[in-house]
């Protein structure tokens, strides 16, 4: 596909594209869900059976995220944004799946984060959202409703809806160009973006460490890590 004929790009990123920052992928081996149970620890049934358990799994994330910094596939992403807005080209939807703010650290300006902030919290009492970068108990109090007991980080839990679904799919739908860039493609709906996007007649990329879950799908796929391949991939666009 030459660059004259791409419009509109759909970006899904996953957990590869910040593993160079130093956060931890899900399902690579030493991977965070083979250290910990996520039965227990990332659905909504766990989180009543044992908030304490949950909450201490998040404050540690939310402390290695705030040591991490940005690398440069997360760089290459926001350079890319910015080309696509101010030559206007046409719609540019980065979509995550991390909970993650790397993205916005490195320079983009716009992101969806399907599965939520790992830096917001909000209370499940009075529905308050707001950023968190502390450590959170089952007895800290909403800072709107003062009520302890309530809050709960702002991530899609298994079992929970993604965000943001309507505009992913009116994205998808009318997509040129879709990227899917560090996931395994074993969680539903992301890993069934692809599909979406090449029933629109998309052209598709998979760039990661290995192949995934729905790597024959693609119609172009590079592996390696993402610091070399997204600069790479960013600068041929
Ligand atoms: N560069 C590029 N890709 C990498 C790198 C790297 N340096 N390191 C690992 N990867 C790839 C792996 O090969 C793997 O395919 O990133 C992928 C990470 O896959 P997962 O750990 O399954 O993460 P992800 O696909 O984002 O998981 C989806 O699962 O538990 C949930 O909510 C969580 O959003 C997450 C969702």
Request: aromatic share 8%; glycine share 10%; hydrophobic share 40%.
């Amino acid at each position: 596909m030459s660059a004259r004929q791409i419009r509109n790009i759909v970006i899904l990123t996953g957990a590869g594209i910040s593993a160079e920052s130093g956060l931890g992928t899900f399902r690579d081996r030493g991977g965070i869900w083979e250290k910990f149970d996520w039965q227990k620890l990332a659905t909504p049934e766990a989180f009543t059976a044992d908030p304490e358990s949950v909450h201490a799994f998040y404050n540690a994330r939310r402390e290695n995220l705030l040591a991490a910094q940005p690398n440069d596939a997360h760089r290459a992403l926001a350079a890319l944004e910015l080309l696509w807005q101010a030559e206007e080209r046409g719609q540019f939807l980065l979509v995550t799946q991390n909970i993650d703010d790397l993205h916005a650290r490195g320079g983009s300006n716009e992101v969806l984060h399907m599965h939520g902030e790992l830096l917001k919290s909000r209370c499940n009492h009075c529905g308050h959202l707001f950023e968190h970068e502390h450590a959170i108990t089952p007895n800290t109090p909403c800072p709107a409703c003062g009520r302890s007991g309530g809050l709960r980080p702002h991530v899609v839990w298994f079992g929970e809806m993604p965000l943001g679904l309507d505009t992913i799919y009116e994205a998808l739908g009318a997509c040129d160009l879709f990227v899917a860039i560090g996931t395994s493609g074993t969680v539903y709906p992301a890993a069934g973006f692809v599909t979406e996007a090449k029933a629109a007649g998309a052209w598709t990329v998979e760039l990661s460490l290995q192949p995934g879950e729905v790597s024959t799908l693609f119609d172009e796929r590079h592996y390696g890590p993402a610091t070399k391949l997204v600069p790479e991939w960013a600068e041929r666009v």
